[in-house]
């Protein structure tokens, strides 16, 4: 049963991967709209998954006694200058979900919810999975200053690390 402090918390996280789940879709409408094929699945794919954590969230504070609330999200940035600006945006948001995780983490402890505190490790790896993943992109955007890589083949590589993502 989760007390209420942590039903909302909960239910705040909720909110915050249906963001970011709106987030990426936006940036996958952008990417599509500059024809970068890669970035486009991407951030299609990446979508889908925030949206899993969300219902992984909702499933569990149902599942608890408690009851998850599906709210208005507010409307996500739409509009970039380049796919790199889309890339810094994605780790910013993706440290501030590691930073609600954490939190939430520290309050299921400190209220003794170990079932919640333990729920929450899958969360944990997710973001430092999620965290590496941008940042690994970030650096091809620093290699292209350097060589002179082009927009396509940085778009060509994205495309290949989510191929490789799905295949595990
Ligand atoms: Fe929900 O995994 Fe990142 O944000």
Not at 57 to 71: E, F, P, R, W
Not at 76 to 102: C, G, R
Not at 107 to 127: A, G, I, P, R, S
Request: proline share 1%.
């Amino acid at each position: 049963m989760l007390t209420k402090k942590i039903e909302k918390a909960l239910n705040d996280q909720i909110v915050l991967e249906a963001y970011a789940s709106n987030s990426y879709l936006a940036m996958a409408s952008w990417c599509e709209g500059k024809g970068l094929r890669g970035a486009t699945k991407f951030y299609y794919a990446q979508s889908d998954e925030e949206r899993v954590h969300m219902l992984k969230l909702v499933k569990y504070v149902n599942a608890s006694g408690g009851s998850a609330n599906i709210t208005a999200v507010k409307s996500p940035e739409s509009s970039y200058k380049t796919l790199q600006e889309t890339f810094e945006a994605a780790l910013k948001q993706e440290k501030a979900v590691s930073q609600s995780i954490n939190q939430l983490v520290e309050l299921t402890f400190n209220d003794k919810d170990y079932t919640t505190h333990n729920f929450l490790q899958w969360y944990v790896q997710e973001q430092h999975e999620e965290e590496a993943l941008f940042r690994s992109i970030l650096d091809l955007f620093a290699l292209a200053d350097k060589d002179g890589k082009s927009l396509i083949i940085i778009d060509n590589e994205i495309m290949k690390i989510r191929n490789e993502v799905e295949a595990g």
